[in-house]
T-cell receptor, first 115, second 111 residues
Framework: EADIYQTPRYLVIGTGKKITLECSQT?????MYWYQQDPGMELHLIHY???????EKGDLSSESTVSRIRTEHFPLTLESARPSHTSQYLC??????????????FGDGTRLSIL | DAKTTQPPSMDCAEGRAANLPCNHS???????VYWYRQIHSQGPQYIIH???NNETNEMASLIITEDRKSSTLILPHATLRDTAVYYC????????????FGKGTRLHILP
């Protein structure tokens, strides 16, 4: 089993609140990713990181921001939540050191509902 | 990344082998075949990957045709807990920025 953890598992919160979704991995992986997935739909990459102090935007435009101050931690922040941010957010990591064919390992996600 | 084609859904009886096909006719030489699955309300789970040789691990076997244009994921003794959406992904070794999951195959294990 991959050791990647996301908190909270579920969050229901009002419009305008600042939200931080936590993602931590204990595998020492350099690469980390955030995906967004609506029910029954495909995953879309919104942010990724190749290592400490590296962050990049993904394919899907997102109003969220990320930071990577420590290797094991890749939090995602929404400064002012809106109902359109309601979705499931999935964090993943992969090992850069072993080469480019390493799979991504996923957390169980945060299901976010903005009222 | 090469495009993949999978059937939208499949059924398999519990205890039998589940064989999930995937076509990737435009695959190029440096692209690996990956399989993930997603059980309802959970994050995707990595299953197996390979380049050209058949692969086996504790979860499944991956059979890749000699021309690499298609592959089959085999779950040897399916259980009800294997009910999930299974994604076949083809990805180059130098692509480390994202995975394009597509729609996958919804596998129903029947009791």
């Amino acid at each position: 089993e991959a050791d990647i953890y996301q908190t909270p598992r579920y969050l229901v919160i009002g419009t305008g609140k600042k939200i931080t979704l936590e993602c931590s991995q204990t595998m020492g992986h350099d690469k980390m990713y955030w995906y967004q997935q609506d029910p029954g739909m495909e995953l879309h990459l919104i942010h990724y990181s190749y290592g400490v102090n590296s962050t990049e935007k993904g394919d899907l435009s997102s109003e969220s921001t990320v930071s990577r101050i420590r290797t094991e931690h890749f939090p995602l922040t929404l400064e002012s939540a809106r109902p359109s941010h309601t979705s499931q957010y999935l964090c993943a990591s992969s090992d850069k050191a072993k080469g480019g064919n390493q799979p991504q390992h996923f957390g169980d996600g945060t299901r976010l509902s903005i009222l | 990344d090469a495009k993949t084609t999978q059937p939208p859904s499949m059924d398999c009886a519990e205890g039998r082998a589940a064989n999930l096909p995937c076509n990737h006719s435009t695959i190029s030489g440096n692209e690996y075949v990956y399989w993930y699955r997603q059980i309802h309300s959970q994050g995707p789970q990595y299953i197996i990957h390979g380049l050209k040789n058949n692969e086996t691990n504790e979860m499944a076997s991956l059979i890749i045709t000699e021309d690499r244009k298609s592959s089959t994921l085999i779950l040897p003794h399916a259980t009800l807990r294997d009910t999930a959406v299974y994604y076949c992904i083809v990805r180059a070794t130098n692509r480390d920025d994202k995975i394009i999951f597509g729609k996958g195959t919804r596998l129903h294990i029947l009791p």
